[in-house]
């Protein structure tokens, strides 16, 4: 969101902190294609990170020390992001002016828009309609609580770590979305990414955000269901979740059964924003949902969505649009670890600059 870089590096290091793990990857963008050199993820304890707050700040910075030695990154300039209550994505329409004009503009709009003191947010924001009739035009508004912002970047400093760009969670996961479809494109798309505790949902079209939101429901609900179903403990539960191929004794029905209240719930927030767009005039329907994250790819999760809304559903396969070194995969399951990195490589892909 707020970039403070002087000059463009060749190589992008980006940490992304969920509420369940932490990921960090090197972007190496010396050749055409991006290359992705270095990686690690380290699990967070449960509860160190409870509704986007960080509860148990020493094991937060640990894991993160831990994610970096794991990786061997040689760099300390991250990229990282923050999301959740303290961030504010907005579409506005203000009387049409020249852009220098509505950096002034801005800070007055905003006031009417934004749930907190004007004094203690940082702004940003992109003309995305400069005409839309009425003498008026489409604002993309960003605010930020910057206590938020430097308490976020505190943190990566007593990781030793230098924050160089903060960027907002729902922008990497499309910018991730974009890079893999080959940039922007007319259809009217949901991005899932279900985390931990908190499931991200950004709904796109044309390289335009119109609707963010943060759904109360995640994988540990699945780990919760699978303790009351299945009788297993929380590190049971855990390693279920997390690779449900692990668990022999469980069909594909009893986990579609144990995970239908979980998908009915991220089923319902679809719907619920999808309502809020329709009402605002900005699309009348969903045409795509892509899920990634640590629930994204879980079996049964993408046909239950493709089912209640009738449109396609993908799983994000981030690796499939770049380039790795395969020895930093070797003890992973590419194809389960690659949904879990859209956020990361959403933000390893940024450039210095870039507003959206």
Excluded at 27 to 42: E, G, K, N
Excluded at 100 to 113: S, T
């Amino acid at each position: 969101m707020l970039p403070m870089l002087r000059k463009r590096s060749k190589a992008t290091v980006s940490l992304d902190i969920g509420s369940s793990i932490v990921k960090c990857l090197r972007v190496d963008h010396s050749s055409d294609a991006p290359l992705i050199t270095h990686f690690a993820m380290v699990d967070l304890v449960p509860e160190a990170i409870v509704d986007g707050e960080i509860m148990d700040r020493d094991m937060v910075i640990e894991a993160v020390r831990e994610c970096f030695g794991r990786a061997g990154i040689p760099e300390t300039q991250v990229v990282s992001a923050i999301g959740g209550r303290s961030v504010i994505v907005k579409k506005i329409l203000m009387d049409k002016m020249a852009e220098a004009d509505a950096q002034e503009a801005i800070l007055w709009e905003a006031e009417q828009h934004v749930p907190f003191d004007i004094d203690d947010i940082s702004l940003d924001f992109q003309i995305v309609k400069d005409d839309v009739g009425a003498d008026q035009m489409e604002i993309l508004l960003v605010a930020a609580r910057k206590e938020t912002i430097q308490e976020h970047a505190e943190l990566l400093r007593e990781a030793d770590l230098n924050p160089v760009i903060v960027d907002v969670h729902s922008f990497a996961l499309q910018n991730c979305f974009e890079e893999i479809a080959g940039g922007p494109n007319e259809d009217v798309v949901g991005l899932l990414n279900i985390g931990g505790e908190t499931t991200n949902l950004a709904i796109v079209q044309n390289g335009v955000p119109y609707f963010t939101r943060d759904l109360a429901v995640g994988t540990n609900r699945l780990v919760e269901e699978f303790q009351k179903r299945f009788g297993m403990n929380d590190d049971d539960a855990r390693r279920v979740v997390a690779n449900p191929a692990s668990e022999q004794d469980l069909t594909a029905e009893s986990l579609m059964d144990a995970i239908t209240d979980v998908a009915d719930e991220i089923s319902t927030g679809v719907e619920r924003s999808l309502s809020f767009l329709r009402t605002s005039g900005d699309a009348e329907a969903i045409d795509r949902l892509v899920l990634s994250g640590g629930g994204g790819a879980f079996p049964g999760l993408a046909a239950f969505l493709q089912e209640r809304h009738e449109v396609e559903v993908d799983v994000s396969d981030p690796l499939a649009a770049v380039e790795y070194e395969p020895e930093i995969f070797e003890d992973a399951d590419v194809e389960r670890v690659s949904p879990l990195l859209t956020v990361g490589l959403g933000l390893g892909l940024r450039k210095v600059g870039d507003k959206k």
